[in-house]
Protein backbone atom coordinates (compact mmCIF):
# COMPACT_ATOMS: atom_id res chain seq x y z
CA UNK A 1 0.00 0.00 0.00
CA UNK A 2 1.12 3.75 -0.71
CA UNK A 3 0.83 6.32 1.82
CA UNK A 4 -1.20 8.22 -0.48
CA UNK A 5 -4.79 7.78 -2.01
CA UNK A 6 -5.62 9.58 -5.20
CA UNK A 7 -9.58 9.01 -5.21
CA UNK A 8 -11.15 10.01 -9.00
CA UNK A 9 -12.71 9.38 -12.17
CA UNK A 10 -10.79 8.72 -15.56
CA UNK A 11 -13.25 11.32 -17.13
CA UNK A 12 -12.15 13.92 -14.74
CA UNK A 13 -9.41 16.14 -16.13
CA UNK A 14 -8.09 17.71 -12.34
CA UNK A 15 -7.60 14.01 -11.78
CA UNK A 16 -5.24 13.37 -14.62
CA UNK A 17 -3.51 16.30 -13.65
CA UNK A 18 -2.99 15.16 -10.51
CA UNK A 19 -2.13 11.85 -11.05
CA UNK A 20 0.35 12.94 -13.78
CA UNK A 21 2.12 15.31 -11.70
CA UNK A 22 3.08 11.97 -8.92
CA UNK A 23 4.03 10.30 -11.34
CA UNK A 24 6.54 12.36 -13.32
CA UNK A 25 7.76 13.01 -9.64
CA UNK A 26 7.83 9.09 -8.92
CA UNK A 27 5.41 9.96 -6.19
CA UNK A 28 3.94 6.31 -5.29
CA UNK A 29 0.01 6.64 -5.04
CA UNK A 30 -3.02 4.27 -4.87
CA UNK A 31 -5.86 5.04 -7.76
CA UNK A 32 -9.34 4.60 -6.65
CA UNK A 33 -11.88 5.20 -9.67
CA UNK A 34 -15.21 6.30 -7.69
CA UNK A 35 -16.80 5.70 -11.10
CA UNK A 36 -16.48 1.72 -10.48
CA UNK A 37 -16.00 1.15 -6.71
CA UNK A 38 -18.77 1.84 -4.85
CA UNK A 39 -17.02 2.06 -1.48
CA UNK A 40 -14.68 4.53 -2.99
CA UNK A 41 -17.51 6.84 -3.72
CA UNK A 42 -18.34 6.67 -0.13
CA UNK A 43 -15.22 7.43 1.62
CA UNK A 44 -15.25 10.69 -0.57
CA UNK A 45 -18.38 11.22 0.59
CA UNK A 46 -17.81 10.68 4.16
CA UNK A 47 -14.44 12.78 3.83
CA UNK A 48 -16.65 15.97 2.65
CA UNK A 49 -19.53 15.23 4.79
CA UNK A 50 -21.79 14.79 1.63
CA UNK A 51 -19.73 16.48 -1.10
CA UNK A 52 -18.35 14.70 -4.16
CA UNK A 53 -15.34 17.02 -5.04
CA UNK A 54 -12.45 15.14 -7.27
CA UNK A 55 -9.29 14.29 -6.89
CA UNK A 56 -9.49 14.01 -3.53
CA UNK A 57 -6.46 12.85 -2.70
CA UNK A 58 -5.92 11.09 1.60
CA UNK A 59 -2.33 11.10 2.88
CA UNK A 60 -1.21 8.71 5.26
CA UNK A 61 -1.55 11.18 8.28
CA UNK A 62 -5.09 11.78 7.62
CA UNK A 63 -4.70 14.71 5.98
CA UNK A 64 -6.63 15.79 2.66
CA UNK A 65 -6.67 17.96 -0.70
CA UNK A 66 -9.57 18.46 -2.74
CA UNK A 67 -8.75 18.93 -6.02
CA UNK A 68 -5.53 20.76 -5.03
CA UNK A 69 -3.82 22.40 -7.81
CA UNK A 70 0.28 21.37 -8.75
CA UNK A 71 1.58 23.88 -6.36
CA UNK A 72 -0.72 22.78 -3.41
CA UNK A 73 0.71 19.07 -4.04
CA UNK A 74 4.10 19.99 -4.61
CA UNK A 75 4.46 21.66 -0.92
CA UNK A 76 2.09 18.90 0.60
CA UNK A 77 4.99 16.57 -0.35
CA UNK A 78 8.08 19.29 0.22
CA UNK A 79 8.56 19.25 -2.98
CA UNK A 80 10.74 22.39 -4.38
CA UNK A 81 9.53 23.47 -8.12
CA UNK A 82 11.85 25.30 -9.77
CA UNK A 83 13.95 26.63 -13.03
CA UNK A 84 17.14 25.10 -13.72
CA UNK A 85 19.02 28.53 -14.14
CA UNK A 86 18.41 32.18 -12.63
CA UNK A 87 18.71 34.15 -16.05
CA UNK A 88 17.45 33.32 -18.96
CA UNK A 89 16.19 35.83 -22.35
CA UNK A 90 13.13 35.50 -21.90
CA UNK A 91 10.29 34.23 -18.98
CA UNK A 92 7.23 33.17 -20.40
CA UNK A 93 4.81 33.02 -16.98
CA UNK A 94 1.91 30.90 -18.15
CA UNK A 95 1.70 27.79 -19.80
CA UNK A 96 -1.63 27.26 -21.43
CA UNK A 97 -1.91 27.97 -25.39
CA UNK A 98 -0.53 31.30 -25.65
CA UNK A 99 2.97 30.96 -23.57
CA UNK A 100 2.91 27.11 -24.86
CA UNK A 101 2.68 28.33 -28.36
CA UNK A 102 5.14 31.49 -27.66
CA UNK A 103 7.72 29.01 -26.09
CA UNK A 104 7.59 26.90 -29.47
CA UNK A 105 8.30 29.98 -31.15
CA UNK A 106 10.84 30.99 -28.98
CA UNK A 107 12.55 27.82 -29.39
CA UNK A 108 12.81 27.91 -32.65
CA UNK A 109 14.20 31.49 -32.81
CA UNK A 110 17.36 30.44 -30.66
CA UNK A 111 15.90 32.41 -27.91
CA UNK A 112 16.58 30.92 -24.45
CA UNK A 113 13.18 30.55 -22.32
CA UNK A 114 11.57 28.77 -19.26
CA UNK A 115 7.60 28.27 -19.00
CA UNK A 116 7.28 29.26 -15.65
CA UNK A 117 3.22 28.16 -14.55
CA UNK A 118 1.66 27.90 -10.87
CA UNK A 119 -0.87 24.94 -11.51
CA UNK A 120 -0.67 22.31 -14.55
CA UNK A 121 0.05 22.72 -17.80
CA UNK A 122 -2.04 23.94 -20.38
CA UNK A 123 -4.80 26.11 -18.84
CA UNK A 124 -8.38 26.68 -19.27
CA UNK A 125 -8.51 24.47 -22.66
CA UNK A 126 -7.07 21.45 -20.90
CA UNK A 127 -10.09 20.89 -18.68
CA UNK A 128 -12.07 21.82 -21.79
CA UNK A 129 -14.44 18.43 -22.50
CA UNK A 130 -14.37 19.17 -26.44
CA UNK A 131 -13.07 22.12 -28.55
CA UNK A 132 -14.89 21.89 -32.21
CA UNK A 133 -13.73 25.45 -33.37
CA UNK A 134 -9.95 25.11 -33.20
CA UNK A 135 -8.76 24.51 -37.02
CA UNK A 136 -7.52 21.08 -37.78
CA UNK A 137 -9.69 19.14 -35.87
CA UNK A 138 -12.69 18.77 -38.20
CA UNK A 139 -14.22 15.90 -35.92
CA UNK A 140 -13.00 18.26 -32.92
CA UNK A 141 -10.80 17.00 -29.62
CA UNK A 142 -10.16 17.13 -26.55
CA UNK A 143 -9.20 19.74 -24.62
CA UNK A 144 -6.63 17.86 -22.47
CA UNK A 145 -5.20 15.92 -25.81
CA UNK A 146 -5.16 19.42 -27.88
CA UNK A 147 -2.60 20.71 -25.14
CA UNK A 148 -0.81 17.30 -24.44
CA UNK A 149 -0.11 17.96 -28.05
CA UNK A 150 1.63 21.72 -27.36
CA UNK A 151 3.22 20.20 -24.45
CA UNK A 152 4.95 17.69 -26.75
CA UNK A 153 5.88 19.84 -29.44
CA UNK A 154 7.41 22.28 -27.03
CA UNK A 155 9.38 19.39 -25.19
CA UNK A 156 10.13 18.03 -28.86
CA UNK A 157 12.07 21.58 -28.88
CA UNK A 158 13.67 21.15 -25.29
CA UNK A 159 11.78 24.12 -24.27
CA UNK A 160 12.44 24.12 -20.10
CA UNK A 161 8.58 23.94 -18.55
CA UNK A 162 8.30 24.25 -15.21
CA UNK A 163 4.72 23.71 -13.35
CA UNK A 164 3.42 24.37 -9.91
CA UNK A 165 5.80 27.66 -9.42
CA UNK A 166 3.67 30.29 -8.33
CA UNK A 167 5.18 33.40 -9.56
CA UNK A 168 4.66 36.60 -7.12
CA UNK A 169 6.04 39.68 -8.97
CA UNK A 170 7.74 41.21 -12.01
CA UNK A 171 9.96 44.02 -11.76
CA UNK A 172 13.06 46.38 -13.35
CA UNK A 173 16.24 45.20 -12.18
CA UNK A 174 18.22 48.76 -10.90
CA UNK A 175 21.11 47.40 -12.02
CA UNK A 176 20.05 47.15 -15.87
CA UNK A 177 17.45 46.96 -18.10
CA UNK A 178 16.25 43.54 -17.24
CA UNK A 179 13.37 42.22 -15.35
CA UNK A 180 13.18 39.74 -12.36
CA UNK A 181 10.96 37.67 -11.92
CA UNK A 182 10.79 36.53 -8.28
CA UNK A 183 8.53 33.05 -7.29
CA UNK A 184 6.70 32.09 -4.53
CA UNK A 185 9.56 29.57 -3.57
CA UNK A 186 11.76 32.25 -3.47
CA UNK A 187 13.75 31.64 -6.66
CA UNK A 188 14.66 34.79 -8.75
CA UNK A 189 14.79 34.71 -12.54
CA UNK A 190 16.99 37.86 -14.39
CA UNK A 191 15.42 37.65 -17.98
CA UNK A 192 15.63 40.41 -20.74
CA UNK A 193 12.10 40.21 -21.81
CA UNK A 194 9.10 38.68 -19.95
CA UNK A 195 5.62 37.50 -21.54
CA UNK A 196 2.60 37.42 -19.64
CA UNK A 197 0.03 34.45 -20.44
CA UNK A 198 -1.24 33.96 -16.83
CA UNK A 199 -4.99 33.91 -18.42
CA UNK A 200 -8.11 33.83 -16.22
CA UNK A 201 -10.06 32.05 -13.70
CA UNK A 202 -13.68 31.51 -13.21
CA UNK A 203 -15.32 34.20 -11.86
CA UNK A 204 -17.81 33.33 -8.82
CA UNK A 205 -20.77 35.30 -7.51
CA UNK A 206 -19.92 35.82 -3.25
CA UNK A 207 -23.48 35.29 -2.84
CA UNK A 208 -24.26 33.12 0.77
CA UNK A 209 -23.96 29.84 0.70
CA UNK A 210 -21.60 29.62 -2.28
CA UNK A 211 -18.55 29.20 -0.56
CA UNK A 212 -19.57 26.91 2.16
CA UNK A 213 -21.01 24.34 -0.51
CA UNK A 214 -18.45 24.25 -3.46
CA UNK A 215 -18.26 20.88 -4.63
CA UNK A 216 -21.02 19.79 -2.73
CA UNK A 217 -23.96 21.04 -5.49
CA UNK A 218 -21.95 24.12 -6.36
CA UNK A 219 -19.71 23.97 -9.50
CA UNK A 220 -17.41 25.29 -12.20
CA UNK A 221 -16.50 23.20 -14.33
CA UNK A 222 -19.40 20.73 -15.97
CA UNK A 223 -16.43 18.98 -17.72
CA UNK A 224 -15.22 17.85 -14.12
CA UNK A 225 -18.06 17.32 -12.63
CA UNK A 226 -21.00 16.74 -14.25
CA UNK A 227 -20.81 13.18 -14.72
CA UNK A 228 -21.47 13.17 -11.03
CA UNK A 229 -25.62 14.27 -11.76
CA UNK A 230 -25.99 11.27 -14.50
CA UNK A 231 -29.93 11.09 -14.12
CA UNK A 232 -30.78 13.66 -11.82
CA UNK A 233 -33.47 15.54 -12.44
CA UNK A 234 -32.41 18.93 -12.86
CA UNK A 235 -29.00 21.02 -12.69
CA UNK A 236 -28.66 24.51 -13.02
CA UNK A 237 -26.06 26.89 -15.25
CA UNK A 238 -26.08 30.02 -13.99
CA UNK A 239 -24.78 32.73 -16.94
CA UNK A 240 -26.09 33.06 -20.23
CA UNK A 241 -23.07 33.80 -22.34
CA UNK A 242 -21.39 31.17 -24.65
CA UNK A 243 -19.57 29.11 -22.10
CA UNK A 244 -22.76 28.90 -19.70
CA UNK A 245 -24.65 27.88 -22.73
CA UNK A 246 -21.67 25.63 -23.77
CA UNK A 247 -21.73 23.82 -20.61
CA UNK A 248 -25.42 23.77 -20.47
CA UNK A 249 -25.82 21.59 -23.83
CA UNK A 250 -22.69 19.15 -21.84
CA UNK A 251 -24.78 18.84 -18.95
CA UNK A 252 -27.85 18.02 -20.85
CA UNK A 253 -26.71 14.52 -21.53
CA UNK A 254 -26.81 13.82 -17.82
CA UNK A 255 -29.87 15.65 -16.20
CA UNK A 256 -33.34 15.94 -17.55
CA UNK A 257 -33.77 19.19 -17.37
CA UNK A 258 -31.25 22.18 -17.51
CA UNK A 259 -32.42 25.49 -16.14
CA UNK A 260 -30.42 28.25 -17.57
CA UNK A 261 -30.67 31.04 -15.11
CA UNK A 262 -29.21 34.77 -16.26
CA UNK A 263 -29.19 38.20 -14.21
CA UNK A 264 -29.24 40.30 -17.24
CA UNK A 265 -32.41 41.02 -19.15
CA UNK A 266 -31.58 38.99 -22.04
CA UNK A 267 -29.01 35.70 -23.01
CA UNK A 268 -25.55 37.37 -24.53
CA UNK A 269 -24.66 33.88 -26.44
CA UNK A 270 -24.03 33.83 -30.26
CA UNK A 271 -27.28 33.24 -31.83
CA UNK A 272 -26.80 29.37 -33.21
CA UNK A 273 -26.19 28.67 -29.13
CA UNK A 274 -29.50 30.35 -28.25
CA UNK A 275 -31.16 28.67 -31.04
CA UNK A 276 -29.77 25.09 -30.09
CA UNK A 277 -31.13 25.36 -26.33
CA UNK A 278 -34.19 26.70 -27.01
CA UNK A 279 -35.06 23.83 -28.96
CA UNK A 280 -33.90 21.66 -26.76
CA UNK A 281 -36.39 19.67 -24.88
CA UNK A 282 -34.70 19.90 -21.72
CA UNK A 283 -33.99 23.29 -20.96
CA UNK A 284 -35.98 25.83 -19.23
CA UNK A 285 -34.21 29.71 -19.50
CA UNK A 286 -35.23 32.85 -16.99
CA UNK A 287 -33.60 36.09 -17.49
CA UNK A 288 -33.37 38.58 -15.39
CA UNK A 289 -33.56 36.67 -12.31
CA UNK A 290 -30.46 37.08 -9.49
CA UNK A 291 -29.56 34.77 -7.50
CA UNK A 292 -29.96 35.59 -3.87
CA UNK A 293 -28.41 32.65 -1.78
CA UNK A 294 -27.90 28.70 -1.06
CA UNK A 295 -28.85 27.19 0.79
CA UNK A 296 -28.27 23.15 2.35
CA UNK A 297 -26.88 21.32 4.94
CA UNK A 298 -23.37 19.36 3.71
CA UNK A 299 -24.99 20.03 0.05
CA UNK A 300 -27.32 22.06 -2.22
CA UNK A 301 -30.68 21.53 -1.42
CA UNK A 302 -32.19 25.04 -2.45
CA UNK A 303 -31.52 28.04 -4.54
CA UNK A 304 -33.01 31.03 -3.53
CA UNK A 305 -33.60 34.07 -6.32
CA UNK A 306 -35.41 36.79 -6.87
CA UNK A 307 -36.68 38.19 -10.90
CA UNK A 308 -35.00 41.55 -11.07
CA UNK A 309 -38.31 43.37 -12.67
CA UNK A 310 -40.79 41.54 -10.85
CA UNK A 311 -39.49 41.65 -7.07
CA UNK A 312 -40.84 37.79 -7.45
CA UNK A 313 -39.50 35.42 -5.15
CA UNK A 314 -38.38 32.36 -6.56
CA UNK A 315 -36.98 29.19 -5.24
CA UNK A 316 -35.31 25.53 -6.81
CA UNK A 317 -34.37 22.16 -6.24
CA UNK A 318 -31.43 21.67 -8.77
CA UNK A 319 -29.05 18.52 -7.91
CA UNK A 320 -26.12 20.84 -8.59
CA UNK A 321 -25.57 24.54 -9.80
CA UNK A 322 -22.76 25.08 -12.38
CA UNK A 323 -21.81 28.75 -12.47
CA UNK A 324 -20.64 30.57 -15.55
CA UNK A 325 -20.78 34.12 -15.49
CA UNK A 326 -16.67 35.41 -16.99
CA UNK A 327 -13.59 35.25 -16.31
CA UNK A 328 -11.25 37.37 -13.90
CA UNK A 329 -7.66 37.66 -15.06
CA UNK A 330 -4.59 36.16 -13.40
CA UNK A 331 -2.87 39.41 -13.65
CA UNK A 332 -2.75 40.62 -9.66
CA UNK A 333 0.53 40.41 -9.41
CA UNK A 334 1.28 42.70 -11.53
CA UNK A 335 -0.62 45.52 -10.09
CA UNK A 336 1.98 47.92 -9.21
CA UNK A 337 4.61 46.81 -12.13
CA UNK A 338 2.47 47.47 -15.23
CA UNK A 339 -0.98 49.10 -16.18
CA UNK A 340 -4.09 47.24 -15.90
CA UNK A 341 -7.45 48.11 -17.23
CA UNK A 342 -10.73 48.73 -14.73
CA UNK A 343 -11.36 45.02 -14.62
CA UNK A 344 -7.70 43.84 -13.78
CA UNK A 345 -6.73 42.54 -17.15
CA UNK A 346 -2.89 43.92 -18.73
CA UNK A 347 -3.00 47.29 -20.50
CA UNK A 348 -1.03 46.81 -23.81
CA UNK A 349 -0.04 48.13 -27.12
CA UNK A 350 -0.75 46.46 -30.81
CA UNK A 351 2.71 45.29 -30.16
CA UNK A 352 1.59 43.54 -26.83
CA UNK A 353 4.24 45.68 -24.36
CA UNK A 354 2.81 46.67 -21.06
CA UNK A 355 4.12 49.99 -19.72
CA UNK A 356 6.82 48.20 -17.97
CA UNK A 357 9.41 48.07 -20.53
CA UNK A 358 10.72 44.32 -21.16
CA UNK A 359 7.41 43.49 -20.14
CA UNK A 360 4.45 41.93 -22.51
CA UNK A 361 0.83 40.44 -22.12
CA UNK A 362 -0.91 38.06 -24.65
CA UNK A 363 -4.14 35.78 -24.58
CA UNK A 364 -6.72 35.41 -22.12
CA UNK A 365 -5.02 37.70 -19.56
CA UNK A 366 -4.62 41.29 -22.09
CA UNK A 367 -7.14 43.77 -21.76
CA UNK A 368 -8.97 43.66 -25.12
CA UNK A 369 -8.28 39.68 -25.54
CA UNK A 370 -11.24 38.07 -27.53
CA UNK A 371 -10.85 34.66 -25.25
CA UNK A 372 -10.56 32.44 -27.57
CA UNK A 373 -8.17 29.91 -27.79
CA UNK A 374 -7.28 30.26 -31.47
CA UNK A 375 -6.68 33.72 -30.94
CA UNK A 376 -4.62 33.32 -27.69
CA UNK A 377 -2.29 31.15 -29.50
CA UNK A 378 -1.98 33.55 -32.25
CA UNK A 379 -1.59 36.49 -29.53
CA UNK A 380 1.42 34.17 -27.95
CA UNK A 381 3.30 33.71 -31.14
CA UNK A 382 2.67 37.64 -32.70
CA UNK A 383 3.81 38.72 -28.67
CA UNK A 384 6.92 36.24 -29.13
CA UNK A 385 8.15 38.01 -32.28
CA UNK A 386 7.60 41.49 -31.15
CA UNK A 387 9.73 40.31 -28.01
CA UNK A 388 12.37 39.29 -30.37
CA UNK A 389 12.49 42.18 -32.27
CA UNK A 390 12.67 43.67 -28.87
CA UNK A 391 16.04 41.45 -27.59
CA UNK A 392 17.48 42.45 -31.25
CA UNK A 393 17.20 45.78 -30.50
CA UNK A 394 18.92 45.91 -27.23
CA UNK A 395 21.30 43.31 -28.97
CA UNK A 396 20.79 40.58 -26.72
CA UNK A 397 20.02 38.41 -29.60
CA UNK A 398 21.80 38.72 -33.39
CA UNK A 399 19.94 40.26 -35.91
CA UNK A 400 18.61 37.07 -38.95
CA UNK A 401 19.39 39.43 -42.05
CA UNK A 402 16.50 37.96 -44.15
CA UNK A 403 18.15 39.24 -47.65
CA UNK A 404 21.60 36.82 -46.77
Known amino acids: MNEITVFGAPWCPDCRRAKAFLTARNVGFDWVDVDSDPAGLAKVQEIQSGGRTIPTILFSDGSVLLEPSDEELAAKLGIRVEAERDSYDVVIIGGGPAGIAASIYAAREGIDCVVIDAGGLGGNAAVTERIDNYPGFPEGIGGRELMDRFVTQARRYDVELVSAAR ?85 SQFAKRVRVVERGPKLTASALLQDKIRSHPSFEVHTGVALD ?95 RMYLQQHRHIPRIDVNA
Open 167 to 251: VQSVTGDSSSDDLVVRLANGQELVAHAVLVATGSTYRRLGIPGEEELIGAGVHFCATCDGPFYKGSDEVMVVGGGNSALEEGLFL
Open 293 to 387: AFVGDGRVEQVLATNTESGEKLMWSPAGVFVFIGLDPNAAFLSSTADLDRWGFIATDEAYRTSLPGLYAAGDVRSGSTKQLAAAVGEGVAALLSV
